[in-house]
């Protein structure tokens, strides 16, 4: 029997793999860094918080996730050509005993199991917008694109700046980066402007990474984004994770299967609800494993970590996949 990392490999390249990769089996995700640390959590219900970018950040009760607040009064750019002068990003800059603990957890990975995946979140795109608002930044990148620019390469620089720490004291093997890119039904900016401005920012940040010892890039986006595959081919990316539906991944795993691989396909907006069944959960699942295939593509729920928004939803989706296993690995 393959290790789960033997069998990511195996289903990454189209090999010999011997079940279903399950959803984030393979990947250790390292949180608790002191550059994550500095920025307050918000909590489901709780108060808003302010994080170190200025962004404030709130989580209301009974939704699956924490959002800007964007009203004029809470936006860090009120004014993109000024961007300058409100904009800071956070320190990066901790003595090395900042970083035992994270180190410590590290240690503790069996990597002979496990990739150890060092995270970032949010992207690129998202820091724009959680500085300025969704539909501020639409508009500007149209009428100030030189500003647009000016800002995607300063949020670059600091990426790159966190992910050099975050290799010295993580010594990763993974790199797991959030950054949605679109709706359900359609990518936030066209293919020819994504590809302006954020293709040479990613490349930038994952040819880095795997210049600096990091083998896999996992990029989360529970969004549509097939038209915008070829860019995250040509930026470096392995695995598209949080493909929804609306992606038609089948398609995806036939045409690109080879040059990245697809992970999610089970929508949390259809599984993951109140009053949700296991016969509903394994229904997808198998809609999912049969109609993708064992090659190039991992059955994982489309959100971005391990967990659910409804308690059991995540591990009865583990324990369908397994099913699926028996039944398609035989």
Same mark, same amino acid.
């Given at each position: 029997m393959l290790?789960?990392?033997?069998?990511?490999?195996?289903?990454?390249? &189209?090999g010999n793999p011997d079940r279903f990769v399950n959803q984030y089996e393979f990947m250790a995700m390292m949180f608790g860094d002191p550059v994550m640390m500095q920025s307050p959590m918000a909590r489901p219900g709780g108060d808003p918080v302010v994080n170190a970018w200025g962004v404030t950040i709130a989580w209301p009760a009974h939704v699956p996730g924490q959002f800007p607040?964007?009203? !004029? @009064? #809470?936006?860090?750019?009120?004014? $993109?050509?000024?961007?300058?002068?409100?904009?800071?990003?956070?320190?990066?800059?901790? /003595?090395? @005993? %900042?970083? %035992? &603990? =994270?180190e410590a957890a590290a240690a503790k990975i069996d990597r002979n199991e496990q990739f150890v995946a060092a995270a970032i979140f949010p992207g690129i795109f998202e820091?724009? #917008?959680? *500085? +300025?608002?969704?539909?501020?930044a639409l508009v500007a990148f149209y009428e100030e694109p030189e500003c647009m620019h000016e800002l995607i390469d300063y949020i670059t620089e600091y990426e790159l700046r966190y992910l050099k720490e975050l290799i010295k004291h993580g010594n990763p093997d993974m790199l797991f980066h #959030?950054?949605?890119w679109g709706s359900h039904i359609s990518s936030f900016l066209s293919p020819e402007m994504f590809r302006e401005f954020f293709v040479p920012a990613y490349q930038k940040v994952y040819g880095y990474a795997k210049e600096h010892g990091i083998q896999y890039i996992v990029h989360h986006s529970d969004s549509y984004a097939?038209? *915008?595959? /070829?860019?995250?081919?040509? +930026?470096?990316?392995?695995?598209?994770?949080?493909?929804?539906?609306?992606?038609?991944? /089948?398609? *995806?795993?036939?045409? =690109?299967?080879?040059? $990245?691989a697809f992970m999610g396909d089970i929508n949390n907006g259809t599984v993951d609800v109140e009053g949700?069944?296991?016969?509903?959960?394994?229904?997808?699942?198998?809609?999912?494993? @049969?109609?993708?295939?064992? =090659? =190039?593509?991992?059955?994982? *729920?489309?959100? &971005?970590?391990?967990?659910?928004? !409804?308690? &059991?939803?995540?591990?009865?989706? %583990? @324990?369908?996949?397994?099913?699926m296993s028996e039944e398609m690995f035989k």
């Open positions: 290790t789960k990392k033997q069998n990511f490999i195996e289903t990454l390249k &189209g607040v964007h009203d !004029y @009064e #809470h936006r860090v750019i009120k004014d $993109i050509t000024k961007w300058k002068e409100t904009v800071k990003a956070p320190n990066t800059d901790f /003595p090395d @005993e %900042a970083w %035992a &603990g =994270y820091q724009v #917008h959680y *500085l +300025m608002s969704i539909e501020e #959030h950054d949605d097939a038209n *915008l595959v /070829p860019c995250m081919i040509d +930026m470096g990316i392995d695995v598209f994770q949080g493909c929804v539906t609306t992606n038609n991944v /089948p398609e *995806l795993v036939k045409k =690109y299967g080879g040059k $990245i949700w069944t296991p016969e509903l959960v394994m229904q997808e699942v198998r809609r999912a494993c @049969e109609t993708n295939g064992k =090659y =190039y593509f991992i059955p994982c *729920l489309t959100a &971005g970590g391990p967990g659910s928004t !409804y308690p &059991g939803v995540y591990d009865c989706a %583990a @324990e369908c996949i397994n099913k």
